[in-house]
């Protein structure tokens, strides 16, 4: 069965720091993979998805990055965060309809 | 674009009581149509689904038909519980390539005992 895990579950930062959350997934191979974000009280926001190694497709302007070096590895970076990014980030990964997600990273900036 | 409109919140019901949430979408074509759960301090978990029109998914309890005439997909459960507390969102599936999901603004349901 697919499995995906994220690392951190929790991180405080202050302003102006970088980030990297990190998010593999198990028992699938060449999944569509996913990150959303949601803000406190608020719905998601889908910020990047990738079908493929090296192919990321940004769906909102902002400072933040992702990449996918491996088949099933998915990361989100900031060079230097701002108030504005807390939130409930969530990586999620799919090959049909469904998508499955995985526990999610609590960042809160300071 | 695509989008899903969700019944604002929070809803809160006593045990035993009918569940509806509502929610209808704007999409091209023919999205696949899913309800997610999020209980508290988790990860979504999907739901149920339908892939196309008349379908009713069901999972736990919970029903939702895809009704393309009314363009709906509406959240039932015939007797809540208090473990069924939780942020319900309502998504479709659009037909890109990468399968994008659009999401509801999601609905808190508090049940009480």
């Known amino acids: 069965s697919q499995t995906i895990h994220q690392w951190p579950a929790t991180l405080v930062q202050p302003v102006g720091s970088p980030l990297s959350l990190e998010c593999t997934v198990e028992?699938?191979?060449?999944?569509?993979l996913y990150w959303y974000r949601q803000a406190a009280g608020r719905g998601l926001q889908l910020l990047f998805y990738?079908?493929?190694?090296?192919?990321i497709s940004s769906e909102v302007p902002q400072n933040l990055s992702a990449s996918r070096p491996q088949d099933r590895q998915f990361i989100l970076s900031s060079k230097k965060l701002l108030l504005s990014d807390s939130g409930f980030y969530l990586c999620?990964?799919?090959?049909?309809?469904?998508?499955?997600f995985g526990p999610g990273t609590r960042l809160t900036v300071t | 674009g695509d989008s899903v409109t969700q019944m604002e919140g929070p809803v809160t019901l006593s045990e035993e009581a009918f569940l509806t949430i509502n929610c209808t979408y704007t999409?091209?074509?023919?999205?696949?149509l899913f309800w997610y759960v999020q209980y508290p301090g988790e990860g979504l978990q999907l739901l149920l689904k339908?892939?196309?029109?008349?379908d009713k998914g069901s999972n736990k309890g919970f029903e939702a038909t895809y009704r393309k005439e009314t363009t709906s997909f509406h959240l039932e459960k015939g007797s809540v519980q208090v473990s069924d507390s939780a942020v319900y969102f309502c998504?479709?599936?659009?037909?890109?390539?990468?399968?994008?999901?659009?999401f509801g603004s999601g609905t808190q349901l508090t049940v009480l005992p």
């Open positions: 339908a892939t196309k029109a008349d």
């Open positions: 990738s079908v493929g190694i090296g192919q």
């Open positions: 998504a479709l599936s659009g037909r890109g390539s990468a399968r994008q999901l659009t």
């Open positions: 999620a990964q799919g090959q049909s309809y469904e998508q499955y």
């Open positions: 999409a091209t074509g023919y999205p696949s």
């Open positions: 028992g699938t191979s060449n999944p569509n």
